[in-house]
């Protein structure tokens, strides 16, 4: 039982470069979200999904587009990497949705130059 | 505005010695509140979650407390351990509609505790 997991753990990208964040769980859980964590601001959710084939739109999601094309994954895109795109992603998963308890990945640090 | 903070910034403690970290809110309506651990370099890791009804919960060494009254709550570390250096984040649930929620996270209090 991994929990969740991240891939890749590090990346540097060129602005104008594209990548995308991989976040696998194995808790059968419903619900899934990315946040990014920056110094001096609390962690800020981009998207979530509430079930398998949904997206929803966070906090902070210009920029961003996923996509939960099976349960256990949630995928995160850049299109075209910006420098404000520089931060710590962090994937979670829950069985109840942002009330209840969520399930944190070992995150992915990302460096935009 | 919703708003959670958290006090100190920063904490420097002896292992073996107790601390508390306070945390203030002002989100409303209220749903529930949970302390997290996030090591260096890790994700956050769930401590304790409250609901309103809740006053006090225990995570092991750790013990939260609530008082929705004065929208506080504070997290004690009794006998402290070196591996209990890490950021401590207050996150406060706030309820939408129905089961729609949205977490208010804090800064963090990082906790350094040295031998």
């Known amino acids: 039982n991994a929990g969740v997991t991240q891939t890749p753990k590090f990346r540097v990208l060129k602005t104008g470069q594209s990548m995308t964040l991989l976040c696998a769980q194995d808790?059968?859980?419903?619900?899934m979200y990315w946040y990014r964590q920056d110094p001096g601001m609390g962690l800020r959710l981009i998207h979530y999904?509430?079930?398998?084939?949904?997206?929803a739109k966070g906090e902070v999601p210009d920029g961003y587009n996923v996509s939960r094309l099976k349960k256990q994954n949630f995928l995160l895109g850049l299109e075209s990497a910006a420098p404000s795109q520089t931060s710590v992603y962090f994937c979670?998963?829950?069985?109840?949705?942002?009330?209840?308890?969520?399930?944190f990945g070992p995150g992915t640090r990302l460096t935009v130059l | 505005k919703n708003q959670v903070e958290q006090s100190p910034q920063s904490l420097i403690i002896l292992e073996g010695k107790n601390c508390t970290l306070q945390?203030?809110?002002?989100?409303?309506?209220?749903?529930?509140l949970r302390w997290y651990k996030q090591d260096t370099g890790r994700g956050p890791v769930s401590l304790t979650i409250?609901?309103?009804s809740e006053n006090t919960k225990s995570n092991g060494r750790y013990t939260a407390t609530l008082d929705a009254d004065t929208k506080q709550s504070s997290l004690h570390i009794t006998a402290s351990q070196l591996s209990d250096s890490a950021s401590y984040i207050c996150?406060?649930?706030?309820?939408?509609?129905?089961?729609?929620?949205?977490?208010?996270w804090g800064l963090g209090t990082s906790l350094a505790v040295n031998p």
């Open positions: 996150v406060v649930s706030a309820s939408k509609d129905g089961n729609n929620r949205k977490l208010i």
């Open positions: 945390c203030n809110y002002t989100v409303s309506p209220f749903s529930n």
């Open positions: 808790m059968n859980h419903e619900y």
């Open positions: 409250m609901t309103f």
């Open positions: 979670a998963s829950s069985s109840l949705g942002e009330g209840g308890e969520q399930f």
């Open positions: 999904s509430v079930g398998e084939g949904t997206t």
